[in-house]
Each structure stands twice: as structure tokens, then as C-alpha cells.
């Protein structure tokens, strides 16, 4: 079976933290592929990062910071000085190689005061 | 220049009607999809849909019917309306189904319904 778990449901932290949301995955299947989504309060949901099961190589994009680490099942994601902008609800998802939809998890809530 | 558009983005209807939200992309994505997010925010696929096939999530109930038009529409048709319908609606579109290097899904603004 196939199932995503972000186990932090709510983080809040002040403005320039650092802060680590995490994403622990099952699947089955060899080829795989891990995504991390973005829902701020005005509700669209923006798509942020996709990673295959057979890179496992680690990815950087300005303050954002994605570890994906097979063994572990775990692709967590990592905002690096925090801003105000970045208060969102935040889903990782899972995509098996042969299925069509993205299994999401429960997302986790991030608030970032000033 | 929207990527994926919905209409409406606010439904308020009482039970037992029938109503439609349209879903648009000009992508050039051969595939649509619509989830529904509850109030708990939980994204849970209903269905996926190209030019070769549909596919159902069997947790679906059958008042609830995609309908596409072309390539670029996936409408989402919904019969007898009841309370626990009530959520927002996404809909999104990817280039490629399965396995590919275009995978990601790209995602309307939602429809939130409110059936009363």
C-alpha cells in the first residue's frame, strides 16, 4: 500500500528560523516519485519540487532545501530563514510509476510570525 | 495567462441539486485529473482522466461524473447534491499519466462547494 505521512500536523516559528518539515513515505514499488506542494491561505496549491526514486540527490533552491533519503523513506523539506511568506499548509506526495494520481499526506500547517 | 482555471470558485447550492464546475488548461497537458479536499484539508484523488481512459476512484460515488468535452476541459458533474459534498474541489492536469518526465501535477484555483 501507499501512504505519505507528515506526522508535524502544525510549526510555528519566528521570522529567520530555520525549520524542517517532514515527509515519511511507503510504497512498494522501485520507481517512485516524491513532490512537495505549497497551499498558502489563499487556497491554490503550487507546485514546488518533484524528486524520481532513483535520484537521490539532494536539491537546493534559494532558501528552499529538499533531503531524500531512500533508506529512511523520507524526503523532508527545509526552509532556511523563514519569512513571513512562507506561512502555508505544505503536502508532500507520493506517485508510484505505474499509478495515475498523487497520494497526498495531511500537509503540515506552518506559520511564521514577525 | 492562467495555467488551470476553474468556474466557479464559490458553489452554494441546497441538497438535492445538480450542479457542474468547469476546469480549463491551456497547457497542452494530455491529462486532467479532480480531487477533493475536505475540511481537514485531506487531498483525496476522484479521477484521472486522458484521451485513452478513465479512471475512477472506486471510493467515488456515481452522482459525481467527469465530463470532457476535448483535451483542454474536464468538467465535473455532480447529481442530487448532498451536505457531506461540501468541500473545495481542485481541479489539475500533468503532461503525462504514469511514469514520464513531465509527470507533475498542476493545479486549478479550486471550487469550494457549500451544499446547505
Known amino acids: 500500500a501507499q501512504k505519505v505521512t507528515q506526522a508535524q500536523t502544525e510549526i510555528s516559528v519566528v521570522e529567520k528560523e530555520d525549520v524542517t518539515l517532514d515527509c515519511v513515505y511507503e510504497t512498494r514499488d522501485t520507481t517512485y516519485y516524491l513532490f512537495w506542494y505549497k497551499q498558502p491561505p489563499s487556497g491554490e496549491l503550487v507546485f514546488l519540487i518533484r524528486r524520481n526514486s532513483f535520484d537521490e540527490q539532494n536539491e537546493i533552491s534559494g532558501r528552499y532545501s529538499w533531503n531524500f533519503q531512500k533508506s529512511t523513506s523520507s524526503f523532508n523539506f527545509t526552509i532556511t530563514a523563514s519569512q513571513v511568506v512562507d506561512s502555508a499548509v505544505y503536502f508532500c506526495?507520493?506517485?508510484?510509476?505505474?499509478?495515475?494520481?498523487?497520494?497526498f499526506g495531511k500537509g503540515t500547517t506552518l506559520s511564521v510570525s514577525s | 495567462d492562467t495555467a488551470v482555471s476553474q468556474t466557479p470558485k464559490y458553489l452554494v447550492t441546497q441538497m438535492g441539486n445538480d450542479k457542474s464546475i468547469k476546469c480549463e488548461q491551456n497547457l497542452g497537458h494530455d491529462t486532467m485529473y479532480w480531487y477533493k479536499q475536505d475540511s481537514k484539508k485531506f487531498l483525496k484523488i476522484m479521477f484521472s482522466y486522458n484521451n485513452k481512459e478513465l479512471i475512477i476512484n472506486e471510493t467515488v460515488p456515481n452522482r459525481f461524473s467527469p465530463k470532457s468535452p476535448d483535451k483542454a476541459h474536464l468538467n465535473l458533474h455532480i447529481n442530487s447534491l448532498e451536505l457531506g459534498d461540501s468541500a473545495v474541489y481542485f481541479c489539475a492536469s500533468s503532461q503525462d499519466l504514469t511514469g514520464g518526465a513531465a509527470i507533475e501535477q498542476y493545479f486549478g484555483p479550486g471550487t469550494r462547494l457549500t451544499v446547505t
Open positions: 506526495a507520493l506517485k508510484n510509476q505505474a499509478g495515475t494520481a498523487l497520494i
